[in-house]
């Protein structure tokens, strides 16, 4: 096999760049005819080249993504016959491969485990060499060892799938999200709405769950989903898919920009992805995303479950056996996504969440102070200074209060305790005319505090003058138009609740309106 290395019929070394070029030119359909043309090269040598990566069953992201050097060492190691002991090694470097996997597993204990079966084999440093080179002639590009249950490698395809609305006909095209373990890559793929931070935390999420478990550490690229800031050093993190990892207890290391061997294991995912998922649905029409995931988990699961090339397991059998107990418990329900805004805490020791238009009690020492609000679609937390002040049930009743009694001034707490409808009974069991007043001030529409303090006042009366007078009271109030405590208590101390007197004295009132003979003005 010479003719690979070293010479053509013109006898001269044939340039490593121009072997990239042939199997390029290849993947993407040129005949090699064609290639003849364009590379100056004889189409036997050509052949030759071409049936060499079919070999090692090479694809086109492999071949470019190996340098000149490592496709010249690959083409010479070719040539030379391997030694016995060489070959006695070689048999070992699948399992070597699977056990490197497992945690506290090195190189050099490997090599202890064999050297004490073949003592006339490799040194330490030859072994390491030989393994090396087994690992990049099997795997040019994804040589480098990930510990089990490590790392969980996450982003999006380029390239988009579609669905079409079955009643319009529209197309809608759809993200592609991927993500591969480390150690076993066994890889999971959905397509998704967008690429918006909801549908990104979702579809990592359902990873996770069909993983069964949680890595040590989520490596998305610089999504905007994911990373406010990149860095190289310390990228910022998105509040909320930081939540997110805190919520499944794992950490998020963002790929380094600018560091393209960090995300390799995952952007070779995608060009098999390419291969094995979006070419076999080319030709079919979905018309939701349920319909096409459901056809990309059936294809996934072929591809988890086809051997590596040159190793005898596949994703699926390295991940049961190696890299599936290595994971963290999943927790007992699934993350409840989260937003933030701010707010005051009012003077009635509430706050005012704005999306649903509804009141939340806060303890009362916070008045004043400017706060954070983190809402979920089941539960509402008011924070200061990231101190957890309260957390509420979500309601999302308009203008309507959750209270915690104990997060009120003692004087204030008798609000929790009363309500529109104990104050409406109550004045009902005085009189008709105490009743329909009651319900006139609790209609004003003031704060309730307010309405509940004027409403107590009154219906205290009763105990002072009796049932009957209160409510010829509120009789005579109500005829004036005039509703509020002041007005009562004015009546019944100067004794005009008597229905039958026809009033001629001035009524002074608290607001400086006043009634003079049933009339009322300013």
């Not at 060892?145 to 996450?154: M, N, Q, R, S, Y």
């Not at 999200?177 to 480390?182: S, T």
């Amino acid at each position: 096999m010479s003719f690979f290395v070293k010479k053509t019929m013109a006898n001269k070394q044939i340039d490593m760049r121009k072997v990239k070029q042939i199997f390029t030119l290849y993947s993407q359909g040129v005949s090699k005819r064609q290639i003849s043309l364009r590379l100056g090269l004889s189409r036997n040598i050509i052949t030759k080249y071409i049936a060499f990566f079919q070999r090692y069953q090479f694809t086109s992201y492999e071949v470019s993504a190996m340098t000149l050097e490592e496709l010249h060492r690959l083409f010479k190691s070719d040539q030379k016959p391997k030694s016995a002991q060489l070959l006695t090694l070689e048999k070992y470097f699948p399992y070597f491969d699977k056990e490197l996997r497992k945690t506290g597993v090195t190189r050099q204990l490997l090599w202890q485990e064999y050297y004490a079966k073949h003592p006339d084999g490799f040194k330490l440093s030859q072994f390491k060499y030989w393994y090396h080179q087994w690992a990049k002639e099997v795997s040019p590009v994804m040589h480098l060892t990930h510990k089990a249950g490590d790392k969980l490698f996450i982003d999006y395809t380029g390239k988009k799938l579609s669905i079409v609305d079955r009643d319009t006909g529209e197309v809608q095209d759809l993200e592609v999200f991927l993500c591969v373990l480390g150690s076993s890559q066994y890889t999971y793929v959905e397509a998704s709405p967008s690429q918006k931070k909801e549908d990104f935390i979702r579809s990592v999420e359902n990873a996770l769950w069909f993983y069964g478990g949680v890595p040590n550490a989520l490596v998305p690229d610089n999504l905007k989903s994911a990373v406010t800031k990149g860095s190289r050093y310390e990228p910022k993190v998105n509040e909320t898919f930081s939540d997110f990892a805190e919520y499944y207890e794992t950490a998020v290391l963002p790929t380094r920009t600018y560091k393209p061997r960090d995300k390799a294991i995952v952007e070779n995912a995608v060009r098999i992805i390419y291969t094995r998922v979006f070419a076999p649905l080319r030709h079919q029409i979905f018309h939701s995303v349920p319909e096409i995931n459901k056809a990309i988990l059936e294809l996934l699961k072929t591809h988890n479950e086809m051997s590596f090339r040159g190793r005898e397991y596949s994703r699926r059998s390295l991940f049961d056996q190696v890299e599936k107990q290595e994971l963290k418990s999943l927790p007992l329900k699934r993350y409840e996504i989260k937003a933030y805004t701010n707010g005051t805490v009012h003077k009635n020791s509430h706050i005012y969440f704005s999306k649903d238009k509804h009141y939340y009690s806060v303890p009362y020492q916070h008045i004043g102070k400017r706060i954070k609000i983190i809402y979920s679609d089941s539960l509402v937390e008011v924070f200061y200074k990231f101190e957890r002040l309260a957390a509420h049930p979500r309601e999302k009743k308009k203008y309507a209060y959750t209270t915690v009694k104990e997060h009120m001034p003692s004087h204030h707490r008798f609000v929790s305790e009363w309500s529109s409808e104990k104050f409406i009974a109550w004045a009902a069991h005085i009189g008709i005319h105490c009743k329909a007043y009651i319900i006139k001030i609790l209609d004003k529409k003031q704060h309730p505090e307010q309405s509940y303090k004027s409403c107590l006042g009154i219906l205290h009366l009763a105990k002072k003058v009796g049932n009957l007078r209160l409510d010829n009271a509120c009789k005579r109030a109500s005829d004036y138009g005039a509703y509020n405590y002041n007005i009562i208590d004015r009546i019944l101390k100067k004794g005009w609740d008597n229905l039958d007197e026809n009033l001629e004295e001035e009524i002074v009132l608290p607001d400086h309106k006043n009634i003079r003979g049933g009339h009322y003005y300013k």
